[in-house]
């Protein structure tokens, strides 16, 4: 999967930074804009395309990710919400009835693009510019007329790729327009004009820096479009907020985004205008498109053809009831001389107005502000589902006072693959335990399902997988429904085993959880572990691979003292670095996240407060103290010292899972029923391992979780019931998609 942040936000805040200096009011669409050249990079070749790759599409790593891009590109366009498409594009190719434009140039517009292939004569421009026009007149509504200007097309013109985007929706929570008040906007500090100001109090999401405040706006379409205002607080320092954004600093600003009261008091505005981005494309590394060097082979097999022009014009309008009316119109000329071409050009004036400040978190935008639209998947759960199982685990598991490390998420898949196979008591002690007793069989079943689906994940820098197998002994009947079950709704492979044989069974166990954990976990079982009452095998494996967002540089890395308990000090390799992280603290303990590329995982670390605190803050740890210690943290500048460091853990979970509730399964009291049809089946032992390995680059883990069922006796019983990382810490690697902990340890030292 190709990221569409990383594939054009680079190029998005480039391009903005170059046409906004010394205009008014403006807005740009990078979506428009990439998508026409998009259409361009299709049809070049040599140093055309190296050039639109460089500048543009750098991520790819081959041309073959363009269809997909184009796919991911367009999705929210064929995506309904309450049975209607809030988010259009339309796509048109105009070409010369005399250029012989390739037939599988035309097929990839249409395939990929969705695009109208339309003959018109440029040479009668009197006909050509109208039918243009019309069409673009159309599908924005009228809002966009006369995007081509009569003597702006060159009778030598060949084609015109156009796209237009087009968006109108609701606000998700409506300004009251019995609240719109006149204001004053400062243009300038000897400037303001007056101004129809929006007021609402309201929870929405907010975060603020030294330089400027951020509000998330969500439309009414289940969250999937949201408007983010950017406020300079510095009353007129717009410009110099834009001349120093980057691609980072904008989605750490986006990413820092926590639910908030907020007093908003923003203007009704509208924004329409044409740019020509001929010179602003150029600067950015695109000249050759436009330069009789220029290889557009792939278009037509006509010589010389070169972009002799790009068009943009873009209608914005804000106000009480329409969350916001969007439109945008890309279109390039190319023709084989290319004429110089001409654009017509009108800006608004830049808005900028106060109000006494309240002691609400506020957001006032009164002055110069920048604003950006962004698709935002808000298909994501609340809470942590599994925070309970996790904390619960993590205690019952972790009583030594030695580093450690494990997955909850591999547990309890594993644990989810006996589910499946379980009733009665049995059963419901799996699914409290996980879950919680104000669940049904139904959520368990369903979120474990829905984990299984959507956690693999590879890509950009990032490995995130899980994987499930079920060995079943070759002479054990076991029942096609459960079968089945496990395999559609945990993906898990179903593998014949010979456990007669225990040196095989081990090994082909062994090999395939080397596989799946890259080498990093090679012998769960041993052949000593499996007996001829083995009946199946249950083994989860989970592997995670990222880099840090923000990597620590190597040269920074020194030695220094690490206390691991009063009276021993230990020496470890401290990583340094001062930069933005998510950051908070409460009064035993600080936290703080570091991100993955990709931003959909991170590290959580919690840094007791007491030098030797951590065994006590663990004891008293809990659930809802660990997500509100999760949901704290803000976005500001910490100086970091964190310790490289390489943990493995193997440990027997019979015991802990008891002491947490999971008894029946371990005992003669097992209903085990849905596997064989009989209640003939005990867990015997159940198993994990967990691997961490935490440097300047990144981090790389994985862990694997075993349970062996066998045939019951005639009675099983039961079993017995600033921020300097320098001193022990527990840490989590949280699937921020998904609110799952991935894993939990402690650092020791």
Not at 335 to 349: H, I, K, T
Not at 698 to 715: I, K, S, Y
Request: contains cysteine; charged residues 20%.
């Amino acid at each position: 999967m190709i990221s569409l942040e990383n594939a054009f936000t680079d190029f998005m805040v480039h391009l903005y930074q170059n046409v906004a200096p010394g205009k008014e009011s403006v807005c740009i669409s990078p979506v428009s804009i990439t998508i026409a050249l998009a259409a361009l990079f299709y049809g070049s070749s040599g140093h055309t395309k190296q050039q639109l790759k460089d500048v543009v599409f750098r991520s790819f790593s081959s041309d073959h990710e363009m269809p997909l891009f184009a796919a991911e590109l367009l999705l929210p366009f064929s995506t309904e919400v309450n049975g209607k498409n809030n988010l259009v594009t339309a796509s048109h190719l105009y070409c010369h009835d005399e250029i012989d434009v390739s037939d599988s140039y035309r097929e990839v517009l249409v395939r990929n693009f969705d695009a109208s292939v339309v003959t018109v004569t440029f040479s009668n421009a009197g006909a050509a510019i109208p039918e243009i026009n019309d069409w673009v007149a159309k599908v924005t509504h009228g809002k966009i007329e006369h995007i081509i200007a009569e003597n702006s097309v060159d009778a030598l013109a060949s084609l015109m790729i156009t796209n237009v985007v087009h968006y109108k929706n609701r606000w998700e929570k409506k300004f009251s327009p019995s609240l719109t008040r006149n204001g004053y906007f400062h243009v300038s500090a000897d400037r303001k004009v007056s101004v129809k100001m929006m007021s609402k109090v309201t929870e929405l999401p907010f975060a603020e820096n030294e330089e400027c405040k951020v509000l998330a706006l969500p439309c009414d379409d289940d969250g999937n479009l949201t408007v983010y205002m950017f406020l300079p607080k510095e009353r007129f320092g717009l410009s110099r907020f834009e001349q120093t954004l980057t691609t980072e600093k904008l989605l750490d600003l986006v990413s820092a985004l926590k639910p908030n009261t907020v007093q908003v008091q923003i203007p009704k505005f509208a924004i329409k205008s044409t740019l020509n981005l001929d010179n602003s494309l150029k600067q950015l590394g695109l000249g050759n498109i436009f330069s009789a060097d220029a290889n557009f082979s792939g278009i037509s097999h006509t010589d010389h053809l070169r972009v002799s022009s790009f068009l943009h014009a873009t209608f914005v309008e804000l106000d009480q009831v329409d969350c916001v009316k969007v439109i945008y119109m890309t279109c390039f000329q190319v023709d084989e001389e290319g004429g110089e071409p001409s654009a017509s050009a009108q800006f608004d004036r830049k808005l900028a107005m106060e109000f006494p400040t309240i002691s609400q978190m506020e957001f006032i935008a009164d002055h110069g502000f920048l604003f950006a639209l962004r698709m935002v998947d808000r298909n994501t759960l609340s809470t942590y589902p599994l925070a309970n199982f996790s904390v619960s685990l993590y205690q019952h598991v972790g009583t030594s006072s030695e580093s450690l490390c494990l997955s909850p998420l591999s547990v309890s898949l594993a644990l989810a693959m006996i589910f499946y196979g379980s009733g009665g008591n049995t059963k419901s002690q799996i699914r409290e335990t996980l879950i919680g007793s104000a669940s049904t069989d139904e959520h368990l079943s369903t979120y474990m399902s829905d984990v299984m689906r959507t956690i693999n994940n590879t890509e950009d820098n990032l490995k995130l997988y899980a994987v499930n197998r079920l060995y079943i002994d070759q002479k054990y009947d076991v029942l096609e429904s459960y079968k089945t079950e496990v395999h559609d709704k945990l993906n898990s492979e179903i593998v014949s085993a010979d456990f007669s044989n225990p040196n095989k069974a081990a090994s082909e166990i062994n090999t395939w959880v080397a596989v799946a954990t890259h080498e990093k976990i090679t012998q769960l079982v041993s052949a000593d572990s499996l007996g001829p009452e083995t009946r199946l095998m249950i083994v989860n494996a989970i592997y995670f691979k990222n880099k840090w967002i923000k990597e620590f540089s190597r040269s920074s890395t020194s030695k220094k003292v690490f206390y691991k308990s009063p009276g021993h000090d230990v020496k470890v390799d401290m990583m340094h670095k001062k930069t933005y992280f998510m950051y908070g603290e409460s009064s035993d303990c600080q936290v703080l996240e570091m991100q993955y590329k990709g931003r959909s995982a991170s590290m959580i670390v919690l840094l007791p407060n007491e030098r030797y605190g951590l065994k006590k803050f663990e004891q008293e740890l809990t659930a809802k103290k660990l997500v509100q210690l999760l949901s704290s943290t803000y976005h500001t500048t910490v100086a970091v010292q964190f310790p490289k460091f390489e943990l493995r853990s193997k440990f027997e979970l019979n015991q802990a899972l008891q002491r947490m509730g999971i008894t029946d399964m371990f005992t003669g009291d097992a209903n085990l029923s849905r596997i064989s049809g009989k209640r003939d089946l005990h867990v015997s032992s159940g198993t994990h391992e967990a691997y961490i390995k935490v440097d300047e680059k990144g981090t790389e883990a994985a862990a694997v979780t075993g349970f062996q069922v066998r045939l019951m006796a005639a009675a099983v019983p039961p079993r017995e019931i600033r921020f300097i990382a320098d001193h022990p810490f527990m840490f989590a690697i949280i699937d921020k998609k998904h609110k799952n902990i991935l894993f939990m340890g402690r650092f020791i030292g």
